[in-house]
């Protein structure tokens, strides 16, 4: 498809937002790191609950959905976007850089780089959804920073309708987490890295199953910094002085979003509003 420029007057784009998307909930996990790290940046997010998850539907559909998200988010004013989606991610980044004219980031490299730094056996265990394991996208980001380190990877589907649905304490949780570490446990990794960014909701589950001398990590905290550093660089840092601005948009169901996003951010969020995105 032609780039998409963004019309963006030289003066006003520091105070423009930071944009965030993902299938549902879960990138939610990143904004919470993204307002402790940058407290004064505005922030507009958009969750795609009407398409969740994204992680077994094709690649054709993954592009074309995290395309229609990118252009729904620069109608709201955004300055950078990061593709909370590790699914969107691995399959789309690529495009949606060449084809829209912003700084856009993943939130698989930053997982991938803190997972090398942690590992101390070299063995590092992926879970995630399986467009995202089937990508192979952390196992050559790991490999590109260490190529002696091992990975093993394993598909997850039901966690993000576990999470999506607010079990985090249900039995059924444990019992599926169960099944699906087997290959991570008997690998014997020493980090594991929750490659979907709906995990974090299950990050005492997981702990709690794969014993507590494993570390899990979750990319959020790495894209953070990320997006502070180029920020920096670019010099887009907001200037303003006022409160900042964060606006909450979903595909389907704005008051589950509502009622659910306090366990993702810790406190209340109000006026989540309905948008469809189109091209």
């Not at 988010?73 to 789309?92: D, E, G």
Request: glycine residues 6%; contains cysteine; hydrophobic residues 40%.
């Amino acid at each position: 498809m032609p780039k998409v420029f963004l019309p963006m007057p030289a003066n006003s784009k520091k105070n423009y937002s930071i944009g965030v998307f993902d299938s549902g909930l879960g990138g939610l996990t990143v904004v919470k790191e993204l307002m402790r790290l940058l407290p004064h940046e505005n922030i507009v997010y958009f969750g795609d609950t009407a398409r969740v998850p994204y992680g077994t539907k094709s690649r054709e559909s993954i592009i074309r959905f995290s395309i229609e998200n990118v252009s729904f988010l620069l109608r709201n004013r955004v300055k950078m976007i990061v593709v909370a989606c590790n699914t969107s991610s691995s399959v789309a980044l690529s495009i949606l850089k060449r084809s829209f004219d912003l700084p856009i980031l993943g939130v698989i490299r930053p997982g991938a780089r803190q997972a090398v730094q942690l590992t101390k056996n070299k063995k590092i265990g992926i879970i995630a959804t399986p467009t995202t394991i089937n990508s192979e996208a952390y196992t050559k980001n790991i490999q590109a920073f260490d190529p002696s380190i091992k990975v093993i990877g394993n598909a997850c589907p039901l966690f993000v309708p576990l999470a999506e649905e607010g079990w985090f304490e249900k039995k059924v949780t444990f019992d599926v987490a169960r099944e699906y570490l087997k290959p991570i446990i008997r690998s014997k990794a020493d980090t594991v890295i929750l490659g979907c960014t709906h995990y974090p909701l299950l990050r005492d589950v997981v702990q709690k199953v794969v014993g507590k001398n494993v570390v899990l990590v979750d990319s959020g905290t790495e894209v953070a910094f990320e997006v502070q550093e180029l920020l920096k660089n670019l010099g887009l840092e907001r200037t303003q002085k006022s409160a900042p601005k964060r606006h909450f948009y979903v595909s389907d169901q704005p008051q589950h979003f509502q009622k659910l996003a306090r366990q993702f951010l810790g406190f209340d969020i109000k006026n989540v509003k309905r948008s469809i995105p189109n091209v």
